[in-house]
Structure formats: C-alpha cells, structure tokens
C-alpha cells in the first residue's frame, strides 16, 4: 500500500510540473496569441498589453512559488513530525527498558539478600555443630528447610578398590530401610553424572513414578515433582560429596544458588578419603 501511495505521489508532482511548464510557455506566448486574436498590428498598441501581462506573469509565478514553498514546508514539517515521534517511541522504549532493569535489578537484589539470610542461619548450624556426630544431619536438615524441599540425601566420597563412590551420610525425611541404593559410582545415574561434571543440576515436573520412594513430610504423603542435585567440591575442585534434594514445588535459581553455597560452607569440614583397595562395603 505504501508504494502504491508513493507511485501516485510522483505522478502528481510531475503532472504539477509539466502544468507549470505548459503555463509559462503559455505565458511567454500570451502577447503574440493576444495580437493575433485582437488583430492588433500597430506595435505601440501591442506594447500597451506589457504592463498587464508582466503583472499576471508575476501573479501566476508568485501563486506557483507559494505553492511550491507550502509544499516543501508541509513535507519538512511531517519529516521534522516523523523524527519527533522515533524520537518520542525511541525515549518510550528506553525508559521501559531502564524500568525493566531497575524491576530485574531490585528483584535480584532482594533475591540476594534473601539467600545471603538463609546461607547466614545455615552457616550458624554448621559453625555450632562442626566437628558433632549430627553435623551432617543437621546441615543437610537446615538446607533442605531453607529450599523447602520435602527429602534430601547427603553422600560423601568414598573410594573402594580404586574406584570413586557417592555414599549417603545422612537423609532428611530418608530411611535406608526403604531398599534403595545406598552409594553411587561417581558418573552412574543422575547423581554420578551431576558429581563427574562438576556442575548442579535441577529437574522440574518429573515424571510419574520416577522416584519409587515417596517424600514423606508435613504436608503428607506423595511423589516429588522437582529434584536437585550439586557436588561438593574443595578449593581444588576436587569431588568430596554431593546432595539431592527433592521437592513438591518445582526448584528456582534461588534454590539453586543456595545450595551451591551450602556446599562451600560444608566443603571445609569435609576430607577427600585417600585411595583405598578395601572391598565396597
């Protein structure tokens, strides 16, 4: 539709040209045609119509430059108009975008702060129970409380005939009686393959019947919909453990976030076991 609008523009202006150059020639002939017609061959009588004809001429190329002059300024100022709006739209946009940052910002921001509260009450529990029998136990409890998670798992690196397993230290709503495997080769299933690289790994909406045990904890009996899983690494980044956390709600970077700096608080207490070539147990 533009270009059609834009075509019809051009052949107007041109038509308007050739209109312009049809009348000047007109103009320039208008004396001669005038004699002609009047019969007009004395030429004082042909030079008294000089006056008049110089003065329409002035008329008509006076009326034809404010014609033009309106048009150039009518294009002018819808060109300035256009430039106004980009310029509005362009302002428009900018501050969407610099409300959408500051709203992104304050909500990391009060994200942070959050974790920062709930790291600090973990970190307390640690300090208080660093070196007791119930340290695992009670740090993997305030860690799974803090991301709401309906059972956790804590594992420890262990090493049998030179091979690197993920053994449970401690649970959080979890019961060993319950048949399941109690070590993980480092790279065998989800938990091995999370602990080989390094990395957390969060599954929402999981499928029905994934976890056989059910989560068993205030809110009543049912499967888990969404499951965590981090290493616990050292300075060297070697594997010292790894936790699995699971969840009716589905985890959030929050969650995620948290955790991996639960298990920079627990590294420390901690030890890498040496290579053994004891059986596994």
Known sequence: MKNIYRIAAILFVLAFLAGVAFLVNDLTSLQDKLAKVLDLKDLAQRQKMEPVLWQLTLHVALTIAAA?????????????????????????????????????????TAMRREIEE?????????????????????????????????????????YYDGV??????????YYASEGLPQAFEVGEGFIGQAVKDKKTLVFNELPEGYISVPVVSGLGKGAPRSLLIAPML?????ILGAIELASFKNFTEKDKLLVEEAMMLL???????????????
């Open 68 to 108: 033009l002059l309106a048009i150039f300024f009518l294009v002018l100022n819808a060109s300035r108009a256009k430039i106004v709006i980009a310029q509005q739209l362009e302002e428009e946009i900018q501050r969407s975008k610099q409300e959408k940052e500051a709203v992104l910002e304050d909500a990391a």
């Open 118 to 158: 709930k790291v600090a009450r973990i970190r307390e529990i640690v300090n208080a129970k660093a070196g007791t029998d119930e340290f695992f136990t009670q740090a993997l409890a305030a860690i799974a409380e803090a991301v709401e998670a309906g059972q956790g798992i804590l594992y420890l690196s262990k």
């Open 164 to 173: 690197q397993y993920l053994e449970v230290e401690a649970g959080y709503a």
């Open 234 to 238: 050292d300075a060297d980044k070697r």
């Open 267 to 281: 590294a420390p207490h901690v030890f890498l076991p040496a290579t053994t070539s004891d059986d596994k147990e």
